[in-house]
């Protein structure tokens, strides 16, 4: 997996790129925290899926992390480009229900 950083403005956008596994989450994770402590109040961390393939259970677990550790913060968490494979995992494991999902297609 490769993870790509940019700016948009005042928001950090993240553009992991392959499959979320347990042997990559981790990295997944120490980009998110990094970026979130970057983030001023009110910014947005932004996850482009645009080419993640795969997602596992610990990929799910830095998300839901991530998600909670933006809501003390008062900004927002987007996930963003979501194919349908991607989405199916979310939705069959309740994650469209909490966190703020922009499908693709």
Same mark, same amino acid.
């Given at each position: 997996?490769?993870?790509?950083?940019?700016?948009?403005?005042?928001?950090?956008?993240? #553009?992991?790129? &392959?499959?979320?596994?347990?042997? *990559? %989450?981790?990295?997944?994770? @120490?980009?998110?925290?990094?970026?979130?402590?970057?983030?001023?109040?009110?910014?947005?961390?932004?996850?482009?899926?645009?080419?993640?393939?795969?997602? #596992?259970?610990? &990929?799910?677990?830095?998300?839901? *992390? %991530?998600?909670?550790?933006? @809501?003390?913060?008062?900004?927002?968490?987007?996930?963003?480009?979501?194919?349908?494979?991607?989405?199916?995992?979310?939705?069959?494991?309740?994650?469209?229900?909490?966190?703020?999902?922009?499908?693709?297609?």
């Amino acid at each position: 997996m490769t993870i790509t950083k940019t700016t948009e403005g005042s928001n950090i956008v993240l #553009s992991p790129e &392959g499959r979320i596994d347990t042997v *990559t %989450a981790p990295e997944l994770d @120490s980009e998110v925290t990094a970026a979130i402590a970057e983030l001023g109040s009110s910014a947005s961390l932004v996850l482009d899926f645009a080419n993640l393939v795969y997602i #596992s259970s610990a &990929g799910l677990r830095v998300l839901l *992390t %991530a998600h909670k550790t933006m @809501s003390k913060k008062e900004g927002t968490f987007v996930i963003r480009n979501v194919n349908k494979n991607i989405m199916e995992i979310f939705t069959l494991t309740g994650f469209a229900k909490i966190l703020n999902i922009e499908a693709n297609g």
